[in-house]
């Protein structure tokens, strides 16, 4: 019987599994172990590993809400890193260098960079998961890519994020008619009111409105033109229902900029058409506001004295009093968002290993500024605003060139509705730090890989 390579790496692994056991802790030997079978697994099916990460994704940061099962959610990084070593190693021993040397790619490499230095920066206070958080999905991105140009279908991406938003549209329906003494809550003055925030799998309203914001455009697309209109168009109401119940302002701002991203998108070839759906938003944008409790939401975006919106008001002072000019370029390193040592915030790879989930929690919820650009700002300064917008840039201008040589059809509005995400989480940026919010910057590369593909399609045709 011939032993492979990846054979002997596997019970190497456990062997390190049970060493760890006896030496280091149970909890410890247990996660080297799953994180062997898991990587076993993703390294020979990577396109059947990724699609189970797109519909296993949104329901993972319910495991948080446990004790031991919470770890098992880092499970998905070893799974991520076999994906990419099966995909990416074999692109770039053949040379394939053109699926790494576009706008995008050159922004990744750029965004990567920046925050390693601002992770080598921050010292002795640097924040293993502020790294991994940003460039862990990075090579998703080129996997995506590489497996979706090489023939895989992409509507099997499609199915497989419809099958994630139907368990969270499930346990979103338990959540509100079962448990909603559970429920985060939100003030509502003017019926002085605490009303439940639904959250459904994502372990916080703002993140379940995030990751609809990064959907809904998708969904709201394939109602119009899929072969199943009527599913996707309850989807797509289902999920605006849903993001409503959050009671989350950048959520709410956010589907709205998509919304008339995607309207203009799909009608600029029929004014008519575009007049048509503009008035039918406006008509429920003002239904919406005859409710008092979205016009009170609505109006703590504006109040000064809002406890977030104070928040925001501090960090940008302290940006404007105490920023020289090194920080202003380079920032004061990943995880230092501030001068007080209380916010500051230390976490070490082993304390990740040792499945410490209480320090991850305690670790990455004191880094948090609810504003992503300020954020970037602060941790790896305007070289960090600059990775970030050409990132941006980079994968609008590939969905744009892409679509612009494209019939009308399921390729062009998944573009379409990529952008119109896109849009709306780059509004949404500045409630909440976004870059950071799972699974939603998972889904935003995987879809930029499926994007990217399309773009070479274009180039090949035209050729």
């Known amino acids: 019987m011939k032993i492979s390579a990846e054979d002997i790496a596997f019970f190497g692994a456990l062997a390190a599994a049970a060493f760890a056991g006896l030496f280091v802790g149970a909890n410890t030997g247990m996660m080297i172990a799953a994180a062997a079978l898991v990587a076993l697994a993703a390294y020979r099916k990577p396109w059947e590993a990724l699609l189970v990460l797109l519909f296993a994704a949104p329901v993972l940061p319910l495991m948080k809400a446990t004790g031991f099962l919470s770890a098992g959610t880092l499970l998905k990084d070893f799974a991520i890193a076999a994906i990419a070593a099966r995909v990416m190693l074999p692109a770039l021993g053949a040379r394939n260098w053109r699926y790494f040397t576009d706008r995008l790619s050159l922004a990744a490499y750029f965004l990567a960079a920046v925050s390693l230095a601002g992770f080598i920066s921050a010292g002795g206070n640097a924040m293993v998961l502020r790294l991994r958080d940003i460039i862990l999905y990075l090579p998703l991105f080129w996997s995506a890519r590489i497996m979706i140009g090489g023939g895989r279908p992409s509507r099997d991406i499609i199915r497989a994020l419809a099958a994630g938003f139907a368990a969270v549209a499930a346990a979103g329906l338990i959540q509100w008619f079962v448990f909603p003494e559970g429920m985060v809550r939100r003030f509502i003055a003017d019926s002085s009111l605490w009303v439940p925030r639904l959250s459904a799998t994502l372990a916080h309203p703002n993140n379940l409105g995030a990751y609809l914001v990064m959907l809904t455009p998708l969904l709201a697309a394939l109602a119009l033109f899929s072969a199943r209109k009527r599913i996707f168009a309850a989807a797509a109401i289902a999920a605006l229902l849903m993001a409503y119940l959050t009671y989350s302002r950048g959520a709410w701002l956010g589907i709205a900029v998509a919304a008339v991203v995607l309207i203009f998108l799909v009608t600029q070839r029929n004014a008519r058409r575009r007049t048509g759906a503009a008035l039918l938003l406006l008509a429920a944008a003002a239904a919406a506001l ?50 007080s040592a209380t916010r500051n915030a230390s ?117």
């Open 347 to 463: 976490l070490g790879a082993i304390d990740i290993l040792k499945a410490d989930a209480d320090a991850v929690r305690t670790a990455k919820a004191k880094t948090f500024t609810d504003n992503a650009v300020l954020k970037a700002f602060l941790e790896t300064g305007v070289l960090g605003i600059a990775a970030y917008g050409l990132a941006i840039y980079g994968a609008l201008y590939a969905a744009a060139s892409a679509a612009r040589t494209k019939v009308l059809g399921r390729g062009v509005i998944f573009l379409y509705a990529y952008i119109a995400a896109t849009a709306g989480l780059f509004a949404l940026s500045f409630f909440l730090d976004v870059p950071e919010v799972f699974p939603v910057q998972l889904y935003w590369w995987i879809a930029s890989g499926a994007v990217a593909a399309i773009s070479d399609e274009r180039k090949t045709d035209a050729a």
């Open 290 to 339: 005859t409710i008092p409790r979205t016009r009170s939401v609505i109006g703590t975006a504006l109040d000064l004295d809002y406890a977030s919106n104070r928040e925001r008001a501090d960090i940008l002072m302290m940006i404007v009093s105490d920023t020289d000019a090194r920080s202003a370029i380079i920032g004061r390193g990943l995880g230092r968002i501030d001068f």
